[in-house]
């Protein structure tokens, strides 16, 4: 007999209810006996005791279904060992795993939501971790479920940007999730067509920016698609210390990245911008079939891990691989877009200008 604890937690993306339905699947399918409890609003529902009896039926027909069943939240790491109004988040989250007498806890998360994960591992509980993000930054795994469905929303978004963009003759600015991180924006992108990217990754100079738009127009092309990240910074910018930049970024006038760089490409250059935001819908919607491949993927072997007892481990991908490590070597580290990837390199080769030179 196995008692499992289920939750998912952070933002969600499209395939998280495909990733339960992976653990459950193979949980179901190889044990006798199996208890699966679905903590509600994440690690929420785990502080509350707030949670479902999950039945075989639950976790079917949900393969498609975007969002998750189990409902989610933000429980920022860094809060959670502080003690508010009397309540110990940490003591009620073991205290309720105790109670219920969990043999595991299956956690599917993005980076915060494996950093309490891995917590409650050094806390002495079973625990489980399963990559998600739209984001696709968790150190350790070649991808994250999510990542996929999130590029082909943005690259929608920019396929349809392409026709009004080319109809108008104008610049747009296409403002894409990621977060810290440039991997949505890259792979739109590139998929896209965009001749512009920003990523955090490679801190952009307007000057070059505004070149790059002026010789596209030198050769006769009337329109010119930027793909920004959300998190792009100037030049300028990133050489500020930690502390000044999230100042500069807070007290911006502009409401984003996409703003200010349209405001600055106008003023340079004259030209008439328009700004587009995507915002959620790129986590909304059904898992693309890649998804589906890997949650599935992802989930069997979620499954296995606890029914060979193999605890304190993250599920990822290595080489078209699945696998696993321990939590707590991926805890704290981001997954960065390297600017020296051969990914870069070839969107260079094409004339893709990242506005750094
Ligand atoms: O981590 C996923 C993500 O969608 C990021 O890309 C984005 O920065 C953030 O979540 C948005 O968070 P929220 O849904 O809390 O506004």
Not at 68 to 96: C, H, N, W, Y
Not at 203 to 213: F, G, H, N
Not at 298 to 321: Q, T
Request: charged letters at 25%.
């Amino acid at each position: 007999m196995k008692r499992i604890g289920m939750l998912t937690s952070g933002g969600d993306c499209q395939a998280l209810n495909a990733t339960m339905r992976g653990v459950a699947k193979g949980l179901f399918s190889n044990l006798d006996n199996v208890e699966i409890y679905g903590f509600l609003e994440g690690y929420k529902g785990l502080m509350r005791g707030n949670y479902r009896k999950m039945t075989e039926k639950d976790f079917s027909g949900i393969l498609t279904r975007g969002g998750t069943i189990l409902g989610t939240s933000r429980q920022p790491f860094k809060q959670m060992r502080v003690v508010e109004d009397g309540f110990d988040k940490v003591k009620a989250m073991k205290d309720t795993y105790q109670r219920l007498g969990l043999d595991c806890l299956v956690v599917l998360g993005g980076n915060g939501s494996l950093k309490s994960a891995n917590m409650l591992s050094e806390e002495g509980l079973n625990v489980i971790g399963l990559p998600k993000t739209i984001d696709n930054d968790i150190w350790g795994t070649e991808v994250t479920f999510g990542f996929q469905s999130a590029v082909e929303i943005a690259t929608t978004a920019i396929d349809n940007i392409h026709t009004t963009a080319e109809s108008h003759g104008r610049v747009f600015i296409l403002e894409l999730m990621g977060h810290k991180v440039g991997w949505v924006t890259l792979h739109a992108g590139i998929a896209g067509g965009a001749d512009v990217l920003l990523i955090p990754e490679i801190p952009y100079d307007i000057k070059v920016i505004c070149k790059a738009l002026r010789e596209r127009e030198k050769a006769g092309k009337s329109f010119s698609i930027i793909a920004v990240a959300e998190g792009a910074i100037s030049k300028e910018t990133a050489a500020l210390s930690k502390k000044a930049r999230k100042e500069k970024i807070a007290n911006s006038k502009y409401p984003s990245a996409a703003y200010e760089i349209a405001a600055q490409i106008t003023e340079k250059t004259g030209q008439e911008v328009r700004v587009t935001v995507p915002g959620h819908t790129q986590r909304g919607g059904s898992p693309c079939p890649y998804d589906r491949v890997l949650s599935s993927r992802l989930g069997a072997m979620g499954a296995k891990l606890v029914i060979n007892e193999d605890y304190g481990k993250l599920v990822v991908m290595r080489n078209d691989d699945v696998t696993a490590i321990p939590l707590a070597e991926t805890a704290g580290k981001l997954k960065y877009v390297d600017p020296e990837d051969d990914i870069i390199e070839s969107a260079r080769m094409l004339g893709i200008s990242f506005g750094d030179k």
